[in-house]
């Protein structure tokens, strides 16, 4: 089993930076990709970026390129989201999952992962 751990989000002023980090543990060498999701109030869930295992391979949505950077640091079994120049439409609850496990399995085209693993969610919020 996977178990992932979301932090880092809080409240921002439009135009401010958080990053996210993604603390994974238990069967970690099962997992391929890592993704991050986004869910704000009355909207579906929303696929944000991934990235494989090896860093090699990384994915966003295009409304967020340019400002949203993921990363991995191996060492610390950690994905980072780097979310910069933040509006307000990113105020949502942001999760990662990975592409093991079968709870609320999603596929995600964009990534060509299954993701059946997720955090709890940590809750992003952003003044204007």
């Known amino acids: 089993q996977v178990q992932l751990v979301e932090s880092g989000g809080g409240l921002v002023q439009a135009g401010g930076s958080l990053r996210l980090s993604c603390a994974a543990s238990?069967?970690?060498?099962?997992?391929?990709?890592i993704g991050w999701f986004r869910q704000a109030p009355g909207k579906e869930r929303e696929g944000v970026s991934c990235?494989?295992?090896?860093?090699?391979?990384?994915y966003y949505a295009d409304s967020l390129k340019g400002r949203f950077t993921i990363s991995r640091d191996n060492a610390k079994n950690t994905v980072y989201l780097q979310m910069n120049s933040l509006t307000p439409e990113d105020t949502a609850v942001y999760y990662c999952?990975?592409?093991?496990?079968?709870?609320?399995?999603?596929?995600?085209?964009?990534?060509?992962?299954?993701?059946?693993?997720w955090g709890q969610g940590t809750q992003v919020t952003v003044s204007s």
């Open positions: 999952a990975a592409d093991v496990g079968d709870s609320g399995a999603y596929y995600y085209n964009s990534c060509a992962a299954r993701f059946g693993s």
């Open positions: 238990g069967s970690i060498f099962s997992i391929n990709v």
């Open positions: 990235i494989s295992s090896t860093g090699g391979s990384v």
